[in-house]
């Protein structure tokens, strides 16, 4: 059992590592390689709880093997629930002409609700009623040396209430009737993303292995332990093996071999099987008569063709070097031009720069002429102004002269006219 689960462990790391090299190709892009991806860690999970359910009980074991079992089919069956239902609602949308856009993140984060749900029932499981080592002592025909009945006594894991491995039963049965709904539903979709067949023979399948597996834990008690485990190891490695065989396989091998190359060697094999071991002898000489006609016709054909290909390719050379020397003498002629056109535009930029210094030193100087004559006229406004002010003093002055000339010739006329009126007052005085 445990060398089956080791095998199985293998070929999904196979399966899974050609999944990813092949991601690209149409086969496993129309069945989605996210999807594929967790679908492979399902499987993983599986063999990794087929294993440990072959090994001596313990607790750790024990708890471990139900946490890989429940949460591998999780992973295996829930990805395919939640796509088959996607597709399914987009082949009726189509039938009713709408368009409706699905988000991969909601498919994703409906993986994820539900993976989170069986997640959080395994830890109360593991919290509440752990599955443990129990014994199971039976009474044997045997007899020891004492004269007495030898008691076998084999371990198993259990919890102490049934209700949680029933509930982890029921959980499976429930994906698997409504994956099977899924698929009969899923029919009479395009065939690219058509998976019916497969996932019908898939389910099949599963549900038998659930069959056995509820069978061999109500049986426990009267079949030994040792065989239940390796019953159920076994039966379990087959699963994984027969899900790789019917589910991944034909994609694999779709997009390694494309399906006319396929179709082809099949139609040859039923044909070669078909004829009998005399016919099959002729069928092979007149084959390889016809094979070596072709060749020969093949090798005159490829002589013709290098002798055509040589003449060919010696026109090409001998006029790509007639070009090549049409196309020198041009670039010479070309390159001669720019040359003196290089020049023209040298010359003409060393005029302009020529002008553009005469324009600034003219610039400059006249700058300079006119500094200086606005320096001319203020000095000669200055000059005016002086003179005007000169003038204006002058005038000035001379007024005051002849106000004062003026005044000493009142004032002698008053001194005169008084003294003569002094004399007469005198002269009437003395009368």
Sequence with gaps: GITMAAICIILVVVVSIST??????KAITYAQPIFLYLLQVGLLFICIGAILNSTT?????????QWFLLLGYSLELVPLLVKIAAINKIHQNARRFKRKRFKFKDLYMTVGAIIGAVTGFLLLWTIIDPPTRQSNMTLTDDLNEDGGQVIEINYLCASDS????????LYQFLLLTTATVLAFQSRNV???????TQLATVLYAHFLVLLFRIALWRLQPVIKATYVTAITTFILSGDVWQT???Y???KLLDAIIPQS???NQHNSAEQSSRTSFPEQIRHAEHNS???SETDQRNQRNSAETITSSVQQIRLNVKQKSKNSFETEQRNQRNFAENISRISSVEQIRLNVKQKSKNSFETEQRNQRNFAENISRISSVEQIRLNVAQKSRFSSVEQIRLNVEEKLRTSSVEQTRSTAEQKSRISSVSEE
């Design 248 to 250: 991944f396989e034909p």
């Design 190 to 196: 395009q065939q690219d993303f058509n998976e019916s």
């Design 261 to 263: 190359e396929q179709r």
């Design 20 to 25: 990813y090299t092949n991601r690209k190709k």
């Design 244 to 246: 790789l065989t019917i």
């Design 57 to 65: 009980p313990s607790q750790g074991t024990c708890t471990a093997t």
């Design 162 to 169: 049934p209700v949680w491995l029933t509930c982890s039963y």
């Design 289 to 291: 008569r016809i094979s």
